[in-house]
Nanobody, 121 residues
Framework: QVQLVESGGGLVQPGGSLRLSCAAS????????MGWYRQAPGKQRELVAT???????NYADSVKGRFTISRDYAKNTVYLQMSSLKPEDTAVYYCNVDLIIIATMTRNAYWGQGTQVTVSS
């Protein structure tokens, strides 16, 4: 039905920057909200940031002031700009999209495949 493709992960030094992207494709849909989650080794998956169709954003306290979530609905894409990266930001980052498939008017959430972000010195 809908596929999410993530990109932009990699290895960066502490204090560096990285930009993640997640593009949705497939059936015709209407996006309600998009977000980013992350999971570090041995830890539970946590919410990083979300953005609604109206542009309202929400961030985890640990990333406020350093990360910025944005959207481009023309491209069905959500971005996560990460700055001042810290070793504790190391994790697999997953995007999530809450949407309605127009043909059936059904609501569902979809996950990206995950992209590795490693911050090391």
């Amino acid at each position: 039905q809908v596929q999410l493709v993530e990109s932009g992960g990699g290895l960066v030094q502490p204090g560096g920057s990285l930009r993640l992207s997640c593009a949705a494709s497939g059936s015709t849909f209407s996006i309600r909200a998009m977000g980013w989650y992350r999971q570090a080794p041995g830890k539970q998956r946590e919410l990083v940031a979300t953005i609604t169709s109206g542009g309202s954003t929400n961030y985890a306290d640990s990333v406020k002031g350093r990360f910025t979530i944005s959207r481009d609905y023309a491209k069905n894409t959500v971005y996560l700009q990460m700055s001042s990266l810290k070793p504790e930001d190391t994790a697999v980052y997953y995007c999530n999209v809450d949407l309605i498939i127009i043909a059936t008017m059904t609501r569902n959430a979809y996950w990206g495949q995950g992209t590795q972000v490693t911050v090391s010195s």
